[in-house]
């Protein structure tokens, strides 16, 4: 622990710290963007709800992270149509998505409490995989951002197949969210300590 001197204002326990010095978040400025959590088009009937909790590694909800989703069509197929934040071109301003098209991708910040939810089409299988999402989180004290999946239950046989889940023992559990109702889903992101959630590292 550094100690504040009394001598030289220069030194370093006495500069105070500025946003390039501190690891965020400084995330509610511009990445966030309305709609950012309802990435189903209004009223399609494969609509499921995901939510959860972003914890820190004493179990403590973070209201300042962001997760972003990312998947499939039911069918599998990967979504190629633009719209998840769409600009007025008159004015620059974001226009949010159309309601119309699926482009698979949403951002969406916690809340006060932690809490975070979105509202997405059911994912397809793709290759020899469960069907699941993808997932980014940006939270605190993250230098870099992390990533991880969703999976959801019901195909069991899939689940046991899947080379992701295999490999990962019996920290499993800590990528398959928990049904609390038809087409609702519960996914808590437990950045480190007990229970820590499986994140992955792309190379």
Known sequence: MTKTGTSSPGRPGQVLPTPSHT??????????????????????????TVHGYVLDGAGRPLPDALVELWGPRPDGTVPRVDGSIRRDPATGGCLGRNGVEFTGWGRVQTDAGGHWYARTLRPGARGRGAPCLSVCV???GLLVHLFTRIYLPGDEAALAADPLLTRVGDRR??????????????????????????????R
Request: no cysteine.
């Open 23 to 48: 690891v965020g978040p400084f995330y509610g400025y511009a990445l966030p963007f309305r709609g950012g959590e309802e990435i189903a088009p209004l009223g399609h009937l494969d609509t499921i």
């Open 138 to 140: 940006f939270a605190r």
């Open 173 to 202: 559990d800590t990528l398959i969210a928990a049904e609390q109702a038809p087409g609702t889903y519960r996914f808590d992101i437990r950045l480190q300590g007990e229970g820590e959630t499986v994140f992955l590292e792309f």
